[in-house]
């Protein structure tokens, strides 16, 4: 027969050998309790960014080894064959990396086999378009909006962990002339964190690229007192990729205008 026990990190099984022995030529029998313990040390997760390197060195951090009499085992680092890439893992259940702990009981070294989970959360990045001149509030507004629309996208809800929540943080400080460096694309890190179900947080930052679009302006030549013709106009702008020309019509260059001084910038 055998009862069980459990404490914390010890399982505790009494094992009842029976015992024959013979006293006076008479055989008796009768049971003898042996106590066997069965340790276990505990393992906190690993929770890493997709991407992210995880050395031997940080999952033997994750070990916490169980005390046999008296004695507090050794936790060991895995075998770096054992340890897997983080790229493409996002999502991904189940994943754990094995090592073991070095036990001495009365002498006898014993080695426990233990695993560490992982969870690997995770990236995402963007890029934006702003015109020339917005203000450096306009761009951060349209950076927030940007990294609030790539963590709901249907991909990354999928990879987050369950009871897990992700929240965009507040923009960081960005260059006052940022929007007036057309063709010279700039990314800004935004901020995001990561809660697990205990309140722990993890944070990570989304790489945002930010575009300035800005049409090409010709100017447009009249002679004093004449008003430039509405085709000539349209045709002095090209507008950047992804923009539409709005046309301009006589009655755009009339109102406003002097008919002895045009002025085709105010126009454009």
Same mark, same amino acid.
């Given at each position: ?9 010890r399982?505790t ?13 008479k055989?008796?029998e ?8 069965v340790?276990?040390?505990?393992t ?26 008296g004695?507090?085992?050794t936790?060991?680092e ?11 893992k ?19 070294e #014993? &080695?426990? +086999?233990?695993?560490?989970?992982v %969870? ?6 963007g890029?934006? $378009? /702003? @015109?020339?001149?917005?203000?450096p ?19 990354f ?51 945002v ?10 100017p ?15 045709e002095? #702008? &090209?507008? +950047?990729?992804?923009?539409?020309? %709005? ?8 109102? $406003? /205008? @002097? ?10």
């Open positions: 027969m055998i009862s069980q026990l459990q404490s914390c990190w399982w099984w009494v094992v009842k050998v029976p015992v024959t022995y013979t006293v006076d030529g055989t008796y009768t049971t003898v309790d042996i106590e066997v313990n340790v276990e040390s505990k906190k997760p690993i929770v890493v960014f997709e991407g992210d390197e995880i050395t031997p060195a940080y999952v033997k951090e994750k070990v916490e080894p169980v005390t046999i009499d004695n507090k085992g936790a060991n895995p075998k770096s064959s054992d340890i897997f890439k983080t790229n493409g996002a999502g991904e259940s189940g994943l754990k990396i094995p090592t073991t702990v070095t036990h001495n009981v009365d002498g006898t #014993v &080695t426990e +086999d233990v695993t560490v989970p %969870t690997v959360l995770p990236r995402t990045e890029e934006v $378009d /702003v @015109p020339k001149g917005a203000t509030d306009k761009v951060k507004e349209t950076l927030k909006n940007k990294a609030n629309e790539l963590i709901k996208t249907p991909d809800p999928a990879k987050v962990p369950e009871g897990y929540t992700v929240t965009v943080g507040e923009i960081p400080e960005i260059p006052a002339d940022i929007a007036n460096k057309k063709g010279e694309p700039v990314v800004v890190k935004v901020p995001v964190t990561f809660t697990s179900p205990d309140g722990t947080t993890y944070t990570s930052e989304i790489p690229t930010v575009n300035v679009k800005g049409s090409e302006v010709k447009v030549y009249v002679v004093e007192g004449n008003q430039p013709k509405p085709a000539d106009v349209n002095a #702008v &090209t507008p +950047d990729k992804g923009g539409d020309l %709005t046309p301009v019509t006589e009655a755009d260059i009339n109102k $406003d /205008v @002097p008919t002895d001084k045009v002025k085709v910038e105010q126009l454009i």
